[in-house]
C-alpha cells in the first residue's frame, strides 16, 4: 500500500497495484477524464491494465509508476513537468512519459511543485519541468532529462532506493545510506550547510547512515539506522541549513531510555515522528505533499516537531494521546497507512 498527497488531492496504491484518487479534479491531476472532484477514492480506470508500484502527487498534477517500467503522468502539465514531450495545459487522462533512448524503464517516482523526478532502473535520475526544481532554474525539459551526480550504473536499480520532493527541491537516499540533494537551497532544505542552489544532485554532508527520508514543501527529515530523527531547512519560521539531530522533551514511557523513532512523516510546515516502543506498530506512510500538518494515526506514540524562532532550538514533544495501546477499544481497528493534506488526514 502507498499513499501520495498533494496540496488538494491524494493518490491510494492498494496492494495488488491498482490506483484510486480523491480530492480536487482541477487540471485532471485525478486522471479520470475530467475536472471534477471526488470525495471518495475513485479507481483510475485507464490504469487498471497497469500494475502501479509507486504513486507521486505535485501540487497541480500526479505521477505514477508502474512495474512494466512505464510511467503515467496527468493534470496541469505547464512547462514540462509531465514528461509527455510537449508542454501541455489540462491532462486529463493518465499519458505516457517518453522513455529516453537506452532506458529499459523506471522504477521510482517522485513529483514537486513543477516538476517530476523519475528514477531509471540502471539507476539514473532524471527530471521532467524544471531541472533545478527550484524558482531560480532556467532550464525547462518537455521529456525526461538526465541528471548526473550520484549514478550508480554498476549497482543499477540497487544504488537509489528512494526519492523524494519537496516544492522546489529533491533528495534520494542511496543503498548505503547517504543522501544526495539537489534544487532550491534559499530555505537550507538540502541540508548543505549554505544557501545556495545546486543544480545537480550533491552529497548530504555529516550524516550518519539512513534508513528513510521525506521532503516537506521547504525542509527535509530523516530516520537514520540508529532510530534518530535530523531536520533541516524552514519550519515554521524557523530554519537551519545544515542537518540538526532532534532531541526530546521527555525520555520515553522509559525515563532510562532514550527515545528511538521507527517512522517519519513531514508535512508542508513540521514533522511527526513514530517512537519505537511496543510491537503495535503497523506502518506509517511519508506526508509526500501535505501542506499545513502532518498525522500518524496508529497504535504507537506520536511525536511531532518544531524548531523555536531563533532556529537553534529542535526538540520534539509527545503529542496526545500520551499512549496509545492495543487494548479492546483500538483492537478492531488497524491503520495499514497514514498521510495528511490541507484539508483531511487519510487512512487506509
Known amino acids: 500500500m502507498d499513499i501520495a498527497c498533494g496540496p488538494r488531492h491524494i493518490l491510494l496504491r492498494s496492494s495488488s497495484g491498482r490506483v484510486f484518487s480523491f480530492g480536487s479534479g482541477d487540471s485532471g491531476r485525478l486522471g479520470h477524464g475530467d475536472v471534477l472532484s471526488r470525495l471518495d ?76 523526478v523519475l528514477v531509471s532502473r540502471c539507476g539514473r535520475v532524471f527530471v521532467c519541468g524544471l531541472a533545478h526544481v527550484g524558482p531560480t532554474a532556467h532550464a525547462l525539459h518537455l521529456a525526461p532529462h538526465h541528471l548526473d551526480g550520484c549514478d550508480d550504473e554498476n549497482a543499477g536499480a ?55 527520508v521525506v521532503c516537506g514543501a521547504w525542509h527535509t527529515a530523516c530516520l537514520t539506522t540508529q532510530g534518530h530523527v535530523w531536520v533541516w531547512g524552514d519550519t515554521m519560521g524557523s530554519s537551519t541549513s545544515s542537518p540538526t539531530r532532534i532531541g526530546n522533551k521527555s525520555a520515553s514511557i522509559d525515563e532510562d531510555k532514550p527515545v528511538c523513532y521507527r517512522d517519519v512523516a513531514c508535512g508542508g510546515d513540521g514533522a511527526m515522528f513514530v517512537q519505537r516502543h511496543d510491537h503495535t506498530v503497523r506502518h506509517v506512510s511519508p506526508c509526500l505533499r501535505a501542506t499545513s500538518h502532518s498525522k500518524c494515526l496508529i497504535h504507537v506514540q506520536v511525536w511531532s516537531w518544531q524548531g523555536d524562532n531563533s532556529g537553534q532550538q529542535r526538540t520534539a514533544t509527545r503529542v496526545w494521546p500520551p499512549a496509545v495501546t492495543n487494548d479492546n477499544e483500538h483492537a478492531a481497528t488497524t491503520y495499514q497507512a497514514s498521510a495528511a493534506t490541507l484539508k483531511c488526514t487519510c487512512r487506509i
Open 41 to 116: 477514492p475513485t479507481l483510475i480506470q485507464a490504469l487498471r491494465s497497469q500494475v502501479v508500484v509507486g504513486v507521486a502527487c505535485g501540487r497541480d498534477h500526479s505521477a505514477v509508476v508502474c512495474a512494466s517500467g512505464l510511467a503515467y503522468t496527468f493534470g496541469w502539465g505547464e512547462g514540462g513537468r509531465l514528461g509527455i514531450g510537449h508542454d501541455a495545459g489540462d491532462v486529463l487522462w493518465p499519458t505516457q512519459v517518453v522513455l529516453p533512448n537506452a532506458v529499459r524503464g523506471f522504477h521510482l517516482v517522485a513529483a514537486g511543485r513543477e516538476a517530476t
Open 158 to 212: 540497487g544504488g537509489i532506493v528512494s526519492v523524494k520532493a519537496g516544492d522546489a527541491h529533491c533528495v534520494v537516499r542511496m543503498s548505503d545510506g547517504s543522501l544526495y540533494s539537489w534544487g532550491d537551497g534559499a530555505s537550507g532544505a538540502l541540508g548543505h550547510g549554505d544557501l545556495l542552489t545546486k543544480v545537480h544532485p550533491t552529497k548530504v554532508p555529516g550524516l550518519p547512515s539512513v534508513q528513510k
